[in-house]
Structures are given as structure tokens and as C-alpha cells.
């Protein structure tokens, strides 16, 4: 609602097989499972919901998958992506996180709290957990996805992402071709939109806007 009412923008918010109130996924998730909703789910859902033009927001997960959709494909509907935490590559300190995260989902109250956010909360961590502690998981990335993307594209990283480094932004920043920026949150760590909702709301604000406006000018 927040956003919707600062940007201006309809915003359709979905969530993934295996998250939220969504169906449970068949556990594993294979390997590829960012880059099998980035080719088989969210084009669907954005044909069968009639979404005309978009700009794609994604958290981390799901920033990867709208890095893979829009590196993919020529979609004119597309007029930009916001990735927030995302991940071109795995790193070391993500793994350390994930592995710590394992531990706190055994051993303290973490399944609680995520409990009030997903109908199969078992699902939804082991489903991600799994996959990236899985050996073969090391070798994953998505780099090269970045230099095919012809829309503008923010990151939203926090300062202090205990999942990621500024070597995910260096990444991107190193590879596209197309309008870039990135913004580093102050005090925030692997979910700035929580840990700073304003400053956050205020960075996707500001780049929505100029997409607009610019679409605007050369409409006429």
C-alpha cells in the first residue's frame, strides 16, 4: 500500500510455490529453481494476470529471479528492475549465514517467527536452505545474465547484508550495458525495506519516477 500510494504504481504482489500461503513445493528444490520461475512462472503470471507494463521488484531470491527473467528474454513490457540483496554469485559469507540460519532453525525460536509468514514454514526453509548448502550450489551464478539486460536497473543493498557483500554490486555495476545505480542502505542488514522502510520506500520512489517521466516524454 505504501508503495502503490508513492509511486503511483498498481502493484501486484505474489508469492512463490513453497512461501506464504502459496501450494507447498516438492521438496528439494532442484538446483535450478531461480531459473526455473524466471522461465516457466512469473512470465505466466504476468500473461495471465494482463499485466501491459511492469517494472520488477524482487528481494533477494527473488531479485535473482528478476535478474534472470530480464536478462533472458525481450520483454516489452519491461521498463525497469529493482533488485533488492540480490545474489549474482555465491560468496562465502553467504553460505556462513545460511549455514548459521540452519542452526537457529533448529535450536531457537526462528521457526516460530517465520511461522507467521508461511502456511508450510518447513517448506519454505528447508526448500531454500537445502538448496544453497548444497555442494554443487557453489558453482552457481547468474553474472552472465546481467549484460543482456536493456532496462534500468537499481540495487538495494543493506550496509551491513549478512548474506552478501558490495561485491554483488561491483558485479552488476561491472557487467551491464544498460542505466544503473545502487543504493547502500545505512544500519541495515539482508532486508533494508524492514530495517529502513523509509529510506527504502524513498530509493524505489525516486527511480520509479524517473522511469515514468521518461516514458511520458517519449510518448509524445
Excluded at 561491472?174 to 539482508?190: D, M, N, Q, W
Amino acid at each position: 500500500q505504501n508503495l502503490s500510494k508513492a509511486t503511483g504504481c498498481g502493484v501486484l504482489v505474489y508469492s512463490r510455490f513453497g512461501y506464504g500461503q502459496s501450494a507447498p513445493a516438492p521438496l528439494p528444490f532442484p538446483l535450478t529453481y531461480m531459473h526455473d520461475h524466471a522461465h516457466d512462472i512469473l512470465p505466466r503470471i504476468l500473461d495471465e494476470t494482463g499485466v501491459k507494463r511492469a517494472i520488477l521488484l524482487g528481494h533477494s531470491d527473488g531479485a535473482s529471479i528478476a535478474t534472470i527473467y530480464a536478462g533472458g528474454r525481450q520483454d516489452f513490457r519491461l521498463r525497469g528492475i529493482i533488485l533488492i540483496a540480490p545474489h549474482f554469485f555465491v560468496e562465502d559469507i553467504t553460505i556462513a549465514s545460511i549455514k548459521a540460519a540452519k542452526t537457529a532453525y533448529e535450536q531457537t525460536d526462528l521457526r516460530v517467527r517465520l511461522a507467521k509468514y508461511h502456511a508450510d514454514v518447513d517448506n519454505a526453509f528447508w526448500g531454500w536452505n537445502g538448496a544453497w548448502l548444497d555442494p554443487r550450489f557453489a558453482l552457481w551464478r547468474i553474472d552472465d545474465h546481467l549484460a543482456t539486460i536493456r532496462v534500468p536497473i537499481l540495487i538495494i543493498q543493506g550496509e551491513a547484508d549478512e548474506y552478501g557483500t558490495a561485491a554483488q554490486i561491483e558485479c552488476a555495476r561491472s557487467e551491464v550495458y544498460c542505466p544503473f545505480e545502487a543504493r547502500l542502505i545505512t544500519g541495515a542488514k539482508h532486508s533494508p525495506q524492514n530495517a529502513n522502510p523509509a529510506e527504502t520506500l524513498i530509493a524505489i520512489t525516486d527511480f520509479v519516477t524517473r522511469i515514468r517521466q521518461f516514458d511520458r516524454d517519449h510518448a509524445k
